[in-house]
């Protein structure tokens, strides 16, 4: 994974609690086996029409969210099946960081392994958020080393983040990074082993 530092970026709103897993990334595009290429199945059934065209009623089809990188969600955001696909599917349509008041624990999870940013806020500041990010230009940087949000209105918010995923996440690692740098010990591990019972 690439290291994150900062990021800085639009905001996109989807105002919606309690957006379940399928909805992210319905159930008939988890056929792939790569982690790469479903941002394009991201939010289908709201995103398209019957006739495969943009739904133009959908928050993020509208000419305000188009580019953004920053996700503004509402309560319980990614409830329902722990699929792994998607934070995949947010992260390959091309979101960085997400901002809910709440997350499924799974999900939520499911986030931070991956190197998308899920961050906690309370709902008055979201609120601050979602009104400014209607504004033509308008972009927050999120600095995860001092775990602070800004923008250049004087928005100044902090949030928190558990200090393992931080570090894995300013380092660009995973878990399977982290088992490999026991690499030297596993491999002893492995011939003292085949000494001793084979």
């Keep these: 994974m690439k290291p994150f530092t900062t990021h800085e970026g639009k905001v996109a709103v989807l105002n919606r609690a309690n957006v379940d897993t399928d909805q992210i990334i319905p159930k008939q ?11 394009r199945f991201a939010f289908f059934d709201w995103r398209y029409l019957p006739d495969g065209s943009e739904n133009p009623e959908f928050e993020l089809n509208q000419e305000k969210s188009k580019g953004a990188t920053i996700l503004l969600a509402g309560e319980n955001f990614g409830c329902g099946s722990s699929r792994e696909h998607a934070p995949w599917a947010l992260s390959d349509y091309g979101f960085k960081v997400i901002l809910a008041p709440s997350y499924a624990d799974i999900f939520h999870q499911n986030c931070l392994k991956n190197g998308l940013l899920p961050i906690t806020l309370d709902q008055a500041v979201l609120d601050v958020i979602r009104q400014k990010a209607n504004a033509e230009g308008y972009e927050l940087k999120v600095n995860l080393e001092e775990q602070k949000l800004t923008d250049n209105e004087n928005l100044s918010e902090t949030f928190a983040v558990d200090p393992y995923w931080k570090d894995m996440l300013l380092h660009g690692k995973d ?21 001793t019972f084979l």
């Design 29 to 39: 595009f988890l056929k792939r086996i790569e982690k790469t290429g479903y941002g």
């Design 175 to 195: 878990e399977i990074d982290l088992t490999l740098n026991y690499d030297e010990k596993i491999q002893k591990f492995e011939v003292e082993r085949r000494a």
